[in-house]
């Protein structure tokens, strides 16, 4: 709308874009006012740039972290081998082991483990058969022949009864 065709004066037009521009001015002081206070409490809560000496620090101590972990990592294998050996085991199975953290307990179930696995899967003789018990008595009623065959199968056995 022209402020012309409402019929007004030339005076009134100027006094009517003054009102105009001095609320104008209001609002825009007044926005500006708001934002350079949000922009204030924004920039308290942004973290700072850190300077070269800061980084530097930060870079140090992930350094001595890494070194600390690492040092803790030997010290844990170091004393899973000496576990090892205590219980008879190789001291060259800590490197495929992770124990955790409670290394005696976890030794114990892996030192029963191995021997139950020695017991239980160990060398089992199927051809065993009984010694036939021969008595002096029995070596002494045997013919040459007989003789013959258990020097031949048996000569610790023939050994022993042909001793006086």
Do not use: C, W
């Not at 065709?5 to 009102?19: R, S, Y």
């Not at 976890?106 to 058969?129: A, I, M, Y």
């Not at 018990?133 to 013919?143: D, L, R, S, V, Y």
């Amino acid at each position: 709308m022209d402020l012309k065709e409402l019929g007004l004066t030339a005076d009134q037009i100027e006094a009517v874009n003054k009102a105009i521009q001095s609320e104008t001015d209001k609002v825009r002081t007044d926005y500006s006012l708001k934002l350079k206070t949000a922009n204030d409490e924004l920039s308290k809560f942004k973290p700072n740039e850190k300077s070269d000496a800061e980084k530097a620090l930060e870079q140090k101590q992930r350094e001595l972290e890494q070194k600390e972990l690492e040092i803790a990592n030997k010290e844990k294998s170091y004393k899973l081998k000496d576990k090892l050996t205590e219980k008879g085991l190789s001291p060259e199975l800590a490197k495929y082991l992770n124990a955790g953290d409670d290394l005696d307990k976890f030794v114990d179930e892996l030192s029963g483990t191995f021997n139950n696995l020695l017991v239980n899967n160990g060398f089992k003789p199927s051809d065993h058969k009984k010694s036939e018990g021969i008595t002096k008595e029995q070596f002494a009623k045997m013919n040459y022949m007989e003789r013959a065959k258990l020097q031949d199968e048996k000569p610790e056995l023939y050994k022993i009864l042909s001793q006086k």
